[in-house]
Structure formats: structure tokens, C-alpha cells
């Protein structure tokens, strides 16, 4: 992905945590797109489509997993990474088989962020020899 931008999408229903992000990662070269409403991001990702989806796992109404399967269902090589207080291995076992490539842990730890996104997109541009 050296050329074109990655582009990013990050949703948590915390307005500052999606400032906090958008500021960090368009500062790394990104174009990001947040949303504190699940429900308008399966909106977008109905439209659009991202590269890497970052999202909060635990949020009122559209959560994590329908912003994951919605995600996969569109654009089956987006990587989606998943940010959770509550890592919970049920949630987590699921996750997986529905596709996530990632689960950060809150709070969120900037350079681990960071580096969980660059792993995603190495991948996207250098896919897996089967």
C-alpha cells in the first residue's frame, strides 16, 4: 500500500477516544474516518469501503461484532481490529471465526495500536502465500 493511502475507519462510542485516534493516525499518514454511532458506520460501511476497521467491541445498540460481520460481508479483505475492556474469551473465540484480524485491549496504548494497524496493512498489501 506504499501509493495510495490505507484508509481507516474508527469507531467508538467515546467522541474523544475517535479524536484521540483520527489525531494520532492521520498524523501517521492515514485518512481516517471516525464514527461515535455504530449505526451510522454500518451505514458508511454499506457505501464504502476501508481498508482497516478499528472498532470498540462494547457499545449501545450496533456493536463490535455487527460492525465486523458488516465489514466482512462487504469487503471480505478488510481487516478489522477490534478494542475491548472486556476480553472475554467466548467473545473473542467468536470474533476470530467471523474474521478479526486483531483485539487491542483498553486502555488503548498508542504505539501497540500503531503497530497492530501497520501489521493489517502489511498483510493487505502482501497477501498470505496459500
Known sequence: MKNKKCRLMVVDDEPIVCRRL????EKAGYEVTV??????A?????KNTYDII?????MEGVDGMMILETAK?????????????????????QAFRKGVFDF??????????????RN????ISEPKKE
Open 22 to 25: 483520527k489525531q494520532i493516525l
Open 35 to 40: 464514527f461515535d454511532n455504530g449505526a451510522h
Open 42 to 46: 454500518i451505514n458508511e460501511l454499506e
Open 54 to 58: 478499528v472498532t470498540d467491541l462494547k
Open 73 to 93: 460481508r462487504k469487503n471480505p479483505g478488510a481487516k478489522v481490529i477490534m478494542i475491548t475492556g472486556f476480553a472475554e474469551v467466548e467473545t473473542a473465540k
Open 104 to 117: 487491542i485491549s483498553k486502555p488503548v496504548e498508542i504505539n501497540a495500536i500503531k503497530q497492530v494497524i
Open 120 to 123: 493489517a496493512e502489511k498483510e
